[in-house]
């Protein structure tokens, strides 16, 4: 029965892709049967953080912090390369003012809590993730509003308590309680092991579903250039992630980390400014990032997770 459970929750991770997929056209077609989820989305994403915990130990932080070079080169790919092709891109497809808002409010995000579930998923580093998720928010306090301001001529105030205490809450008390699990809990730990992919894919199928089914009627009504903007940024940014890692000579696994944290974007916070700062139109990119990203890092992340790091070796 266990090995029949391990086998489909296997097939679960492997066609993450396609569940995230088929969920997300039911969403939009059918909006009522996820709508109930936005509420959620927090501790959903709590509740995945905490199992990635259950996978690390405090002296795996202790390796990433004791490398800032590292953290320092993945701040700097994310908040040069992601702000500067957002511009680029809001010119290239002419696009009118309050959808290149959006946009460039997305370029200027700190990466998003999905790109440690993507890391997890597809056996890349994920405590440099996870550092890198949270050292990115707390820096996204300043320079956020800043590149925003020169990017796109307005400056965007951030509630920077709030912002705080989100990452707080997603972050960083869910992953702390999950190494007190992985220290204190140890048989329940390794028992739980084999079915932590699975379960953060059903949570993020869910999460996706979610943001679908409160933003379909925008997302119906967007234009084939936002879709093609959007499109081209995430694949941009995690090509960009990738090659950055390799020409710094990272191993394959924070390769994978870093093509995850610089093309996931933090889009719930861009969608949140600029319903609160602008217009609903502008709120578009981010509420489309948010599918394609997860779509795309699906994809990616269960591309990667059938090859070896150069690790898995024995």
Known sequence: MTNLILCIA???????GVLILACSALALGKPELFRWVAPYVTPLLGCIMFGMGMTLRLKDFSLVFSQPRALLLGLLAQFVCMPL??????????????LAMGV??????????????LTFIAKGDVPYSVALTSLATLVALVLMPVL???????WVPVD?????????????IPVLLGIVAHRYCAGLTRRALPFLPSLSALTITLVVAGIIAINAQNI??????????????????????????????????????LCFEVGTQNS???TALALAHF????????????????????????????????QDKP
């Open 279 to 310: 217009s609903p139109v502008s709120a578009i990119a981010g509420a489309l990032f948010s599918v394609w990203q997860n779509i795309s890092g699906a994809l990616l992340s269960n591309y990667f997770h059938g090859k070896e790091t150069g």
């Open 268 to 270: 719930g916070l861009a």
């Open 10 to 16: 296997n097939a679960i991770t492997r066609y993450m």
């Open 85 to 98: 092709m957002a511009f680029a891109l809001c010119h290239i497809f002419a696009l009118p003012p309050d």
């Open 148 to 154: 925003t301001w020169l990017l796109g001529g307005v």
């Open 160 to 172: 920077m308590a709030g912002l705080f205490v989100s990452i707080l809450k997603i972050v960083v």
């Open 220 to 257: 119906l009504q967007a234009s084939a250039s936002i879709f093609l903007v959007v499109v081209c940024h995430n694949l941009l940014g995690l090509a960009v992630g990738y090659a950055v890692g390799r020409m710094w000579m990272f191993d394959e696994p924070r390769c994978r980390a």
């Open 104 to 117: 460039i409010l997305v370029g200027t995000a700190p990466g998003g809590t999905a790109s440690n579930v």
